[in-house]
């Protein structure tokens, strides 16, 4: 069985990033009823509020009460540890990849994510 979720340490304390499709649908609604691939470009702008929309739904599987505030934290603590938020990013990613919504370009260019075609 492969893993369905991406490990980051925000800053001592490891949490596993996983979306499931519920997770993506809240989380799309909670950024203002945004499609993914609008989702994938404030992420790529560095939107901060985008990144911690992110988290949060990517680690409610965790913690069903984890609020904005307590996700803000998390990320101060990493940055405190680790200088930058670039293996969060990285994280958000992989695991939007493994959750089967999005994939990689078939060049394999890490980062280069792109939204699942509609099927007919």
């Known amino acids: 069985m492969s893993l369905d979720y991406v490990e980051v340490d925000f800053g001592g304390q490891p949490r596993r990033l996983r979306y499931r499709i519920r997770d993506l649908r809240d989380l799309c609604q909670a950024m203002g009823n945004i499609t993914m691939l609008e989702l994938l470009g404030r992420l790529a702008g ?8 992110c988290v949060r739904y990517g680690l409610l599987h965790e913690n069903r009460r984890l609020t904005v505030v307590q996700v803000e934290d998390l990320l101060q603590a990493h940055m405190d540890k680790h200088g930058d938020l670039s293996r969060v990013m990285t994280a958000v990613n992989e695991a939007l990849e493994l959750s089967g919504i999005i994939r990689r370009r078939e060049d394999g260019a890490a980062g280069e994510a792109e939204a699942d075609p509609p099927r007919s």
Request: charged share 10%; hydrophobic share 50%.
């Open 46 to 53: 560095l939107d901060p509020n985008a990144l911690i929309t």
